[in-house]
């Protein structure tokens, strides 16, 4: 009863192509995207964005570029970590020599040097499957990680082995740096989101996403029926790694304002960008959202819970975060392996017929 | 015999010492992995859980004190009591044995036929899980181990080198005892999955779980069998560990060390467990004394054993002894 | 070049060509054992041809050398007219060579629709920039192969199950949604490996009068490996006949069919 879509079809292919065939799904798409840029910059403050948007957004695009590796193509990575660190000291490098650019494009180059590194450390992929290529991108993870922390050229020569990002602005507004504003960081942000989500949507589903497809469902049928595998498992890494080093570049510049390449961009940033796209729904750009909303959500939530409202300890929470993500992590997969977004799509069949059972 | 040669032996047997542990943790994955097709990552975070378990135990701790003292207010940590390390062993076992028995009813009996990385998923989320209660049943700071293990410095070794060689070799007597029990445990292992009725049974289910159920053997209970033998082998690991570095978080991280190993000796084969592990650990050290502390500023140890196995797998996809993937159509 | 001898019309008044594809001397390995034993055979243009044996005879193996899966050993593959260079077998595809497979090879995270939409993927050439806006040339040259994939889904009559994601289908509908990823490819040869089995009387009805459509309405050459021996003598012009690596029969139905060599096969008597 919520959910009306008598008389509603499409005329075209172009129609029936579209990202939200049915009126409501866009309507709603057009309301969200409304709130997200006109309603939340005025109502924002520093703890929200800091806590919860900023990450958010930054967790989701990463989460976006992660899946189209892994969700839509089947090539899985543990590297994730190692390719947002690219992110950020590619940027870093750039904000350091070029300080009168644009933040624009310095996020915009560290996403493409980090998709050249991801193409150099994705050639494995062309001989290496499954696990053992799982395990090899953990090779990139962890020389990555060293190459930050023992060569200074990457860290300016600094004396902590910290990067930390200087003041630099975007239209004249200050973006990175202490003084920035809380509407200026966030629409930053989301302008990135936004463009990730639509190129990320538009290459899936045309024919560069069915080349992944093919190749994750069945890559020796797909070699057959005439898909070339090196360039389809390299576009894949090319692409997911451009999103990981955006993330990575904002992570570091917007968000954090200072990073240690060890405690940052270590594999436990690989494992939660993993969990995110698990429990989010794999090959699937609105389980990317839901997977990164639900983990960013979950520790400030149980924090509020454990900490001010039981007044436990804080070390006991961080405890319980790791039962509770492990926990759900195994009943996800074993109740749901498709995720939030399988979870979503079964909801809205169920609206479709409410109140009746069927 | 010259110093710098001296050195680089000494370096080359304590490497293969560090490559007779790494290939302890990695045996646990053959096990599994050969007779469910499950690659288990949480396999370093069970060494962690049982190197824990058997501290508290024998320390007498109160499992999960933290917890009731923050919710109950209490302030107990322990019984009071301390328990001789060869009975704890043996309650940690059941413990282990406990465990193997929960994993498999409340995870893998649901994922029976899923795809190999959602499997693979699983237990990550399990190594998470695990963590988690381990430091909330017995608490996240380091502990120390000791099981009346031989330490230090083997003197008799050091007295005979330097007399046979003028520099005296420095091997600690707990890595010579780690490689002893290292290698009868490997030898256990294999004759036990060749010559028992059980190991047959094991190998029957690696092969062809319809075939194996259609002749009668039990799926469920192979599979606590054999996550019962990766919990012992998880506690000999977890027992040279800790008693080598303490008890504490880091040894969960054993797990990705021994991740290359199998790499290189083939996720199935139990001697390419052996040979993988004592490969890297003599190339790591090697590398890191002859090229990565001069030239490349240290700490290649964190990813040295990666790349090797990396190239290696590059120009043999399935390891030294691994099954060739003949992939049909 | 090879000299090529014109084509001739069947008693049914349909246009067979020229040889189109020729198997040379094929020898196939693998470690010790010999699965193709010096088989030489043509494909004409526009004609079904089947090759059948014993089980083990060899005879995946030889569409799995068509297709470029394998490389033989020894022999080579003529094509149109020219020896075919070793390729990988993405680059057989896109020279129009489409196949299906006997334990089905479908994308079974797609829907049907998608399925057959891969078939059209050696045709479909925008590039990664423009496909990244959608609008405008990717978007065109996806509604364009659409119009494709929709005329053969209208043929093999599967339009009601278009969007149903393929893992959910039955064995006899999957059998028919590979066809069709493999008609989408507009392919000058046509491979069928056991496109029947495990079918029922009707579902082979179905699924020969479907073969028989493909290569009289499209003129596609059929190359397909059956075991059913009254759907071979109906629907092939010529067949070639298997045994243990070796050929031991080629010609029209009737001919192999009186053939020693390929009786005493079928009926298990023991070679030396």
């Not at chain 1, 390719?83 to 493409?112: E, R």
């Not at chain 1, 020569?157 to 920035?180: D, L, M, V």
């Not at chain 1, 975060?321 to 074993?334: A, E, N, P, Y």
């Not at chain 3, 199950?161 to 000058?188: D, F, M, N, Q």
Request: charged share 15%; aromatic share 12%.
């Amino acid at each position: 009863m919520f959910y009306r879509e008598a008389g509603d079809f499409s005329a075209s292919y172009e129609e029936d192509s579209q990202t939200f065939p049915i009126k409501f799904d866009r309507y709603r798409y057009y309301l969200v995207l409304f709130i997200a840029i006109a309603v939340i910059p005025f109502v924002i403050n520093d703890y929200w964005v800091n806590s919860l948007f900023l990450p958010f957004l930054i967790y989701a695009i990463a989460a976006i570029g992660l899946n189209i590796l892994v969700g839509y193509c089947g090539q899985v990575s543990l590297g994730t970590g190692g390719f947002m660190a690219v992110g950020a000291y590619a940027c870093y490098k750039f904000m350091t020599a070029f300080p009168d650019v644009s933040m624009l494009v310095h996020v915009l180059l560290s996403g493409l040097v980090t998709a050249g590194v991801g193409v150099l450390f994705g050639l494995p992929s062309l001989r290496i499957k499954g696990f053992y290529l799982a395990v090899a991108t953990l090779a990139a993870q962890f020389f990555l990680v060293w190459l930050f922390n023992r060569v200074p050229w990457f860290y300016n020569y600094s004396a902590s082995g910290q990067i930390s990002a200087p003041e630099r602005t975007f239209f004249g507004i200050e973006i990175t740096g202490p003084n920035t504003q809380a509407w200026a960081t966030y629409l930053f942000c989301l302008m990135f989101v936004i463009f990730s989500a639509y190129v990320a949507r538009n290459l899936t589903r045309g024919s560069v996403g069915r080349k992944w497809m093919a190749i994750r469902d069945m890559d020796i049928a797909a070699e057959i029926i005439g898909v070339n595998p090196l360039r389809a498992k390299l576009t894949a890494f090319a692409v997911s790694s451009f999103f990981i080093g955006i993330s990575g570049a904002l992570f570091f510049a917007v968000y954090l304002g200072a990073v240690e390449v060890g405690e940052a961009f270590g594999i436990q940033k690989s494992f939660l960008v993993l969990f995110m796209i698990i429990i989010g729904g794999l090959g699937s750009i609105f389980g990317s959202f839901a997977g990164a909303a639900f983990l960013v959500l979950l520790p400030v939530a149980l924090k509020i819970v454990g900490v001010d409202w039981f007044g436990w300890p804080t070390d006991i929470v961080a405890h319980l975060q790791l039962v509770i993500v492990g926990g759900l992590i195994i009943i996800f997969l074993i109740a749901e392996p498709h995720g939030l977004a399988q979870l979503w799509r079964v909801a809205k069949e169920k609206l479709r017929l409410w109140p009746f059972p069927h | 015999m010259p110093e710098q040669l001296a050195f680089t032996i000494e370096v080359f047997l304590n490497g293969l010492m560090a490559g007779v542990l790494y290939a302890l943790v990695a045996l646990g994955f053959v096990l599994i992995y050969k007779a469910s097709g499950i690659f288990n990552y949480a396999q370093g975070v069970m060494a962690l859980f049982a190197a824990l378990t058997l501290a508290g135990i024998i320390d007498g701790q109160v499992p999960f004190s933290h917890l009731i003292n923050a919710i109950l207010g209490t302030d107990i940590h322990h019984f009071g009591w301390h328990v001789p390390a060869f009975l704890a062993i043996l309650l940690t076992m059941v413990v282990m044995i406990g465990l193997a028995y929960a994993v498999q009813r409340l995870v893998f009996r649901h994922l029976v036929g899923q795809e190999p990385i959602i499997l693979f998923m699983a237990t990550i989320g399990l190594a998470y899980f695990l963590e988690g209660v381990g430091d909330l049943m017995w608490g996240s700071d380091i502990k120390s181990m000791d099981v009346g293990l031989p330490q230090g410095l083997n003197t008799w070794i050091d007295d005979t080198t330097f007399n046979a060689f003028g520099y005296g070799f420095f091997i600690d007597n707990l890595d010579i005892v780690a490689s002893i029990i290292a290698a009868l445990l490997v030898i256990g292992l294999v004759m036990f999955a060749q010559y028992t009725k059980q190991g047959r049974a094991m190998r029957a289910v690696a092969d062809d779980h319809q075939a194996a159920l259609s002749v009668g053997v039990s799926l469920n209970f192979i599979w606590i069998l054999v996550w019962s033998l990766a919990g012992f082998v998880a506690l000999v690991a977890g027992i040279m560990w800790g008693t080598k570095s303490g008890v504490q978080f880091s040894l969960s991280l054993i797990a990705l060390k021994a991740l290359p190993v199998l790499m290189l000796g083939g996720f199935t084969s139990i001697p390419g467990a052996i040979v993988g592990g004592l490969i890297i650990g003599v190339g790591e050290k090697l590398f890191e004394f002859l090229i990565g502390a001069p030239f490349l500023g240290g700490a290649t140890e964190n990813w040295f054993a990666y790349m090797l196995a990396l190239i290696f797998l590059v120009f043999r996809p399935q390891g030294l002894f691994g099954e060739k993937i003949i992939e049909r159509v | 070049m090879k000299d090529m001898t014109d084509g001739y019309v069947t008693a049914d008044g349909r246009q067979i060509g020229p040889v189109v594809m020729e198997m040379k001397n094929i020898t196939l390995r693998f470690g010790g054992v010999e699965a193709i034993k010096d088989i030489s055979f043509d494909i004409r243009q526009g004609e079904i041809r089947a090759i059948i044996g014993p089980n083990g005879a060899g005879k995946s193996s030889m569409l799995n050398v068509i297709s470029g899966f394998y490389v033989p050993q020894e022999g080579e593959v003529w094509y149109k007219g020219s020896r075919r260079p070793a390729m990988k077998p993405f680059e057989v595809a896109q020279q129009g060579i489409a196949r299906t497979f006997q334990n089905i090879a479908l994308f079974e995270g797609m829907s049907v629709l998608d399925n057959v939409m891969t078939g059209r993927l050696t045709n479909m050439k925008t590039g990664m920039f423009w496909q990244s806006i959608w609008k405008g040339k990717a978007e065109r040259e996806e509604t364009a192969n659409r119009e494709v994939a929709e005329k053969i889904i209208d043929f093999l009559e599967i339009q009601a199950i278009r969007k149903t994601p393929v893992s959910r289908l039955s064995y006899g509908l999957k059998k028919r949604v590979e066809l069709a990823r493999a008609l989408a490819a507009e392919p000058s040869i046509l491979l069928l490996d056991e496109p029947m089995a495990g079918m029922n009387v009707e579902e082979k009805e179905d699924m020969s009068r479907f073969i028989l459509d493909v290569n009289d309405e499209f003129g596609t050459t059929i190359a397909l490996i059956e075991h059913d021996m009254g759907v071979v003598m109906d629907l092939s012009d010529r067949v070639v006949v298997m045994d243990y690596g070796k050929k031991i029969g080629d010609g029209t139905p009737s001919e192999v069919r009186n053939n020693q060599d390929v009786i005493d096969a079928y009926l298990g008597v023991a070679h030396d």
